[in-house]
């Protein structure tokens, strides 16, 4: 146990798990958007793969890294237009729609990159984002290096949540898009939109799950190589169910999902690890999600019209 | 603008617009090949040598369909009742380590015992991983999507730990791979000298009965009221759950069938590069089937066709092999969209 609690008593474990979170964060909150104005966006997987790619190539063909960043924002949300385009007007399955985006993305991406580098076998490097120690509060122990000593976009991670609660619960806009998840025939009444405001949320929603994609490629991994994103977008998914659908719950739990990631990664290297396969490990990401679902089944407040198509003029 | 029901539609939209949607498939896939600097004639015609040109490509071909055929019958008879599977991948893997558990000597039955048994405990398995997610969602209330998603690691790292550990096999060299099936564990082929095995006949023998179930039975009409309207069916005095459970079951046995016929009938042994996503392409393989049984074998050939034939045209002519799994998902989503289109009218109002 003693090894354990050194873990959990070391700063770069925290700030290990604020960067496993972050990912996560932004895509989470892009799911989020999605479903809370009625659309599931099961595209979040092959999106990401998208981003990460999107990213890391403009920055590689010597582009900025913000510029990267808001490539991989348009990428995302050219996808989302499809998405949206499918789902939202034409009505089509979202589970269908969303499991065809994800292989559309992810497959294009692959093509693109062995386009752009047919014989590489070692992915390059990029010069990524570097971590920006916040003056004093980086001081703080513990505390200090892993919430403040972080790259930009980690902070406009958390910052993003923030925004993104403000928007949905302080806003028209907000009271807009989440009235469209819930009542679409009562949005209608009041003569807004219902197909803009999902597709627009579907639009930002894919556009900020790009950007949890750049985050591997451009502050973590600092390359692109096929099988990256290994299953994030389905974890963030589990995530937007375990935060019942508000930001910050679904921040906590993003968290907590980093905390057990990072807590695996370094049990594999002490005693523990040396007697239990590191499979096991592996597997407790995904085992982890599968248990949040259980537990906030009963409790979930799933959006009223979630995956329900809003066609005017039908009763 | 807004959707319009059409009551009885033409013939002309029932056969234009999904023709639009292949038209549409394969010109994005001949962009693809001219971005890629190649002639898009060239490249198409190169797919089509490499899917049917020769009797070794359409073999190739068919066996590459007869996994897909199995987990795309499990995911049509799972998307039937509106169950969504998307756990095929994990539950082919739950299949093939019961063929290598049980084919690699430690029975010695002879072939007609032995090959049954392998195919019933595949089955048994498979139904067991979907039950799991199915009885969290009619239990609990939990989206099967997810659960059945993530089911699919933790099932690859589990085979992975296995093949790593106890099943590894001694004589592999270091490899993670399981031992050798022994000889009366193996498929044979069904004309001797020609590289398809038994495992494509027995994928056809499902397909008919899927299609029996679907079409002739109570079960089968049960499952299509369910999927339906699931409250329509509750208040005819459906067993819902049941149903839901029932077709958990149906649908893990097919998709592991995939692994049994992989295993026994092709590789010979388990290793983690068994299956490139052949329970993910299932979903394709289903909806471009429009979920019927006799349809999924034709769209299976079609898709391991296309597969098959980018591997070769990709050697050929430098297009990467991805162009495949783009150009199939592309005609998944136009193919949707069309079908959509056949039924419904565009207002602009």
């Known amino acids: 146990m003693g090894e354990v609690l050194e873990i959990f008593l070391s700063a770069s474990f925290w700030a290990a798990v604020i960067r496993i979170a972050s990912p996560l964060i932004f895509a989470t909150m892009g799911e989020l958007i999605c479903e809370r104005a009625g659309v599931l966006n099961l595209g979040i997987e092959g999106i990401m793969v998208v981003g990460a790619f999107a990213g890391w190539m403009t920055v590689y063909s010597g582009g900025g890294l913000w510029t990267g960043v808001l490539v991989a924002m348009l990428a995302g949300m050219l996808f989302g237009l499809l998405h949206g385009t499918l789902t939202v007007p034409f009505g089509l399955s979202q589970h269908v729609v969303g499991l065809g985006i994800t292989l559309l993305a992810t497959a294009s991406a692959y093509f693109a990159y062995r386009l752009a580098l047919p014989r590489v076998t070692t992915p390059p490097r990029i010069e990524a984002f570097q971590p920006l120690p916040i003056p004093i509060l980086s001081d703080i122990p513990l505390i200090g290096p892993a919430l403040f000593h972080q790259t930009p976009l980690t902070y406009l991670a958390f910052v993003l949540v923030g925004v993104v609660s403000f928007v949905l619960f302080r806003t028209p806009l907000g009271l807009a898009l989440r009235a469209a998840g819930e009542n679409p025939a009562a949005v209608a009444a009041q003569g807004l939109s219902v197909t803009a405001l999902r597709m627009g949320a579907v639009m930002v929603g894919s556009g900020l799950m790009a950007v949890g994609g750049a985050f591997l490629t451009m502050s973590a991994f600092n390359s692109f190589f096929f099988e990256m994103v290994n299953g994030r977008g389905w974890i963030c998914i589990a995530l937007v169910v375990f935060g019942a659908w508000m930001p910050g719950k679904a921040l906590l739990g993003a968290v907590l999902f980093g905390m057990f990631d990072a807590l695996q990664i370094r049990l594999q290297q002490t005693s523990i690890g040396a007697d239990v396969p590191y499979q096991i490990f592996l597997m407790m990401p995904f085992v982890l999600s599968i248990l949040a679902l259980v537990i906030m089944s009963r409790r979930a407040s799933v959006p009223a019209a979630l995956m329900v198509p809003f066609n005017k003029g039908e009763r | ?349």
């Open chain 2, 1 to 349: 603008m807004r959707l319009e029901a059409i009551a009885r539609p033409s013939l002309g939209r029932l056969i234009g617009f999904p023709a639009i949607a292949l038209g549409l498939t394969v010109l994005f896939g001949s962009s693809l090949a001219l971005l890629a600097g190649a002639n898009p004639f060239q490249t198409l015609g190169l797919i089509l040598r490499g899917a049917a040109g020769s009797q070794f490509a359409l073999l190739e071909t068919l066996n590459r369909a007869t996994p897909l055929i199995f987990t795309g019958l499990a995911v049509a008879v799972a998307f039937r009742a509106k169950l969504w599977n998307i756990g095929a991948e994990a539950q082919l893997y739950a299949g093939a380590l019961m063929a290598v558990l049980l084919g690699t000597g430690a029975l010695g039955w002879p072939s007609g015992l032995l090959l049954p048994a392998m195919a019933g405990a595949a089955m048994l398995a498979g139904a067991l991983v979907l039950l799991g997610p199915a009885l969290l969602k009619t239990r609990l209330g939990v989206d099967e999507v997810v659960t059945t998603l993530l089911f699919n690691f933790i099932m690859l790292l589990f085979i992975s730990m296995l093949l790593e550990g106890p099943l590894k096999d001694p004589m592999g060299m270091g490899w993670p791979q399981s031992s050798r099936l022994v000889p009366e564990a193996r498929l044979p082929r069904i004309v001797d000298g020609l590289r398809l095995h038994w495992g494509f006949a027995l994928a056809l023998i499902a397909a008919v009965v899927v299609w029996v179930i679907q079409s002739r039975t109570t079960l089968g009409y049960e499952m299509r009221a369910v999927g339906q309207n699931r409250q329509a069916a509750e208040f005819a005095g459906i067993p819902v759950g049941r149903v839901i459970l029932k077709t958990a079951l149906l649908s893990g046995g097919l998709a592991a069938l995939a692994g049994f016929s992989e295993v026994a009938g092709l590789r010979g042994n388990l290793s983690l590069d068994l299956s490139p996503g052949f329970g993910y392409t299932g979903i394709i393989v289903a909806m471009l089937a429009l979920l019927n049984p006799i349809g999924v074998v034709i769209s299976a050939i079609f898709v391991a066709g296309v597969f098959v034939g980018a591997d070769s045209m990709s050697r050929a002519a430098g297009v990467p092999t991805y162009i495949a799994n783009i150009m199939l998902a592309t005609a998944l989503l136009t193919m949707v969209l069309a079908i959509a289109l056949t039924r419904f009218r565009v207002r602009w109002d």
